[in-house]
């Protein structure tokens, strides 16, 4: 058996048995659920029973447009871009796959008497990989299921996307956990500490690199921000979700353009978890 394949299995094995790695994706499709369909429902009915002046035509096709099936692509995946908790997530879980043997100090004994480094994080970043891809597919059949439950609730039309657009956007959203997940395992390589990886990693995600746009555009210091949001991680990912919706058209980059930078800097971080691992003394 290739040694790759022997630490994979150990690997899915654990995070099979892991407590944690079922919780996080059972808190993923119950924060869909609620956060994007149940709080859209939620602010609809509110708006349609007390006559809200921003009750307007637009809004309210707007807000049942985020409910409709044919929408629900984009809808669910906005779990994974911004502030989306599908990216917190995703590095929590990187966190806790890479940074186990850090928290339990048995990383020395598994670098000299097991297989070799390489074999071993290759076997972990498989096993992620695996575990994000069941969680796409929860999170795509669950964007769907509630899809349909709210559009037969407001007498949507069952204008449900193709096959194919349902394939893709859920390979998007495991390559765009699988983006976050990489740089969890990077963080806890280069910190070695969880709790520290975890929070740099939820903080960026979820603020630092808007922050940093919105600061350089209040003090106008690039003439062209578009081409400086070129180069984020965020904001392709961003672009590449919105490929599924209505802006479509008016994406900061083309679908396929964001697909090469989100795996270009998923390659970055696992190629510096990698080396760095690699070269690291545990003696």
């Known amino acids: 058996m290739s040694p790759i394949i ?65 929408q629900f692509l984009r809808s669910t995946l906005a779990a994974f871009t911004g502030v989306g908790y599908g990216n917190a997530i995703a590095i929590i879980l990187g966190v806790l796959v890479f940074g186990g043997d850090y928290s339990s100090s048995t990383l020395k004994m598994v670098f000299t008497q097991g297989p070799s480094r390489w074999a071993i994080l290759a076997g972990k970043a498989l096993a992620i990989a695996l575990i994000l891809l069941v969680y796409a597919i929860a999170a795509i059949a669950a964007g769907a299921g509630a899809s349909a439950v709210t559009g037969a609730a407001y007498g949507l039309p069952p204008d449900w996307p ?31 500490q969880t709790a520290l990886a ?32 070129r180069v984020f991680p965020g904001a392709n990912g961003a672009a590449l979700a919105d490929s599924f919706g209505p802006k479509a058209g008016t994406a900061l980059v083309s679908p396929i353009q964001a697909t090469v930078v989100v795996i270009a800097y998923l390659a970055v971080f696992l190629a510096i978890t990698f080396i760095v691992t690699q070269r690291r003394d545990v003696t």
């Open 162 to 192: 193709g096959i194919g657009d349902i394939i893709k956007a859920g390979l998007t959203a495991w390559l765009l956990m699988g983006l976050w997940a990489a740089g969890g395992a990077m963080l806890v390589t280069l910190f070695r």
């Open 6 to 70: 022997g630490c994979f299995r150990g690997e899915w094995l654990l995070a099979r048995k892991s407590r944690s790695t079922w919780v996080l994706g059972v808190v993923l499709i119950v924060l869909i659920l609620v956060l994007i369909y149940g709080a859209v429902a939620l602010e609809l009915s509110v708006l349609l029973k007390r006559g809200s002046i921003a009750a307007t035509p637009a809004n309210i096709a707007t807000i049942k447009g985020a409910l409709s099936p044919s």
């Open 198 to 229: 975890v929070g740099v990693g939820i903080v960026y995600s979820i603020g630092i690199e808007g922050l940093l746009l919105n600061i350089l555009r209040a003090l106008e210091k690039v003439s062209s921000l578009s081409d400086v949001e």
